[in-house]
């Protein structure tokens, strides 16, 4: 079946230091959401992309989305304490309107 | 705006027993998600309600989950009997149409240890 997969699984930074996580997926997506999940809380929707290539930002916040529309990354800038948190990838399986979520990077900083 | 809506928060059971979520959607959202999410891991969807009729349910474990959105509603997500591995966090969620274009708003989730 299709899988949309995440890496890293963990990355700790710096506080001010860059992030980065890249999801992939086993077919070509018709579009990809981000979701942020902080520590005991529920995901939260930030961004979605739809166009190949597309580059959207928010703030410190960079979603690209590829060009075969089969992967996509997420840069923070300078990241800040209130970065930290599971990053989830999600796209729609095939045709469906199923969303599958990838296994997520999770972020922690150091002060 | 109100968001998702579930109860309990926290649920603790032993291994056989039975167990029952209950969700109440955003105001007006026309589809409503239960999702498992084990610990370390992306949200798993079991079943996806368009109204009070199924849109998709194939990761259901029907032999125990069973899941209704009688009115068109809310929703209840129940397990009978529970196996340890059903030690997770359940999240329901909505959207105002069903679609992989729509944002999904989550609710708090509710975390289910079984014993």
């Known amino acids: 079946g299709q899988q949309v997969m995440q890496i890293p699984q963990y990355q700790h930074v710096q506080e001010g230091e860059d992030f980065t996580t890249y999801c992939n997926s086993s077919t070509t997506l018709s579009n990809i959401q981000w979701y942020k999940q902080r520590p005991g809380g529920h995901p939260v929707f930030l961004i979605q992309l739809v166009k190949s290539g597309e580059v959207k930002k928010q703030k410190r916040l960079t979603f690209q989305f590829g060009e075969a529309k089969k992967n996509s990354s997420l840069h923070i800038t300078a990241t800040q304490t209130t970065d930290v948190g599971t990053y989830f990838c999600?796209?729609?399986?095939?045709?469906?309107?199923?969303?599958?979520f990838g296994s997520g990077t999770r972020l922690s900083i150091r002060p | 705006e109100a968001g998702v809506a579930q109860s309990p928060r926290y649920k603790i059971i032993e291994k056989r027993q039975s167990v029952a979520f209950w969700c109440n959607p955003i105001?007006?959202?026309?589809?409503l998600y239960w999702y498992q999410q084990i610990l370390g891991q992306g949200p798993k969807l079991l079943i996806q309600f368009q109204n009070n009729g199924v849109v998709d349910d194939s990761q259901l474990p029907k032999d125990r989950f069973s899941a209704e959105r009688l009115k068109g509603v809310d929703s209840t997500l129940k397990i009978q009997p529970a196996k340890l591995e059903d030690s997770a966090v359940y999240l329901c969620a909505s959207s105002l149409v069903t679609g992989s274009y729509n944002e999904q708003f989550f609710g708090p989730g509710t975390r289910l240890t079984v014993l």
């Open positions: 999600a796209g729609p399986e095939s045709s469906a309107s199923k969303i599958i």
């Open positions: 105001s007006g959202h026309a589809t």
